[in-house]
């Protein structure tokens, strides 16, 4: 998992070069000011360390569930970024005239995983094996990844997985990834979680 973050966070540390390299000196010497969801916040706050030492520039990155930022953000935001495409028309609705959204540019492919226990007791090594009577699966059902369980299963083309895989799904979903996180550590008896 860290080198998936570590591989993300350089491709958002490269095209933040980028897009900041255009604006030059309007941020050169001062604050740059960033905001977003909490799950890919520790790839930003690596990819803003790496900028900020690289460019002489303080990278405060705020990230968190929206509403805990968003008035923040109306006031001093300088980058928005999200955690899935569709957060984006979100946030172009929470933060009106901050953004044109038909401007805002995809940066990369976000990978889903599934996570397993230490040592894997289930020998989980693929979906289909998310399949098995009796397996516990644990899914996010916001925060960017909206359908994701359900986007996952449908590529096969098959509604019987699509079946199969719910009925092995934990219901209610998490409603993100931190809650995701405190149900993992809590509930042991999760078997793989769909991230």
């Known amino acids: 998992m860290k080198w998936v973050s570590r591989r993300i966070a350089v491709h958002l540390l490269a095209c933040a070069s980028a897009m900041l390299l255009a604006v030059g000196p309007a941020w ?21 360390k790496t900028f900020g030492a690289l460019q002489n520039v303080e990278v405060n990155v705020t990230a968190g569930p929206t509403p805990q930022w968003v008035e923040k953000a109306k ?30 540019e995809p940066l990369y492919l976000r990978p889903s995983a599934i996570l397993v226990r230490p040592g894997n007791p289930k020998r989980i090594r693929g979906f289909r094996d998310l399949l098995a009577p009796g397996i516990k699966v644990m899914a996010v059902a916001g925060a960017g ?14 509604i019987a997985i699509v079946r199969a895989f719910r009925k092995n799904l934990l219901l209610p979903e998490a409603a993100n990834s931190a809650e995701a996180r405190q149900r ?4 042991p008896d999760i078997d793989a979680w769909l991230i």
């Open 75 to 104: 006031q001093d935001a300088d980058v928005i970024y999200s955690g899935a495409e569709n957060m984006m028309s979100d946030f172009a609705k929470a933060l009106p005239g901050a953004f044109d959204l038909k401007e805002a």
């Open 184 to 187: 993992w550590t809590q509930e």
């Open 28 to 48: 050169a010497g001062s604050t740059l000011n960033v905001y977003g969801p909490g799950g890919p916040a520790p790839a930003m706050k690596e990819a803003a």
């Open 145 to 158: 990844q909206t359908g994701l369980w359900e986007d996952v299963a449908g590529r096969t083309g098959d």
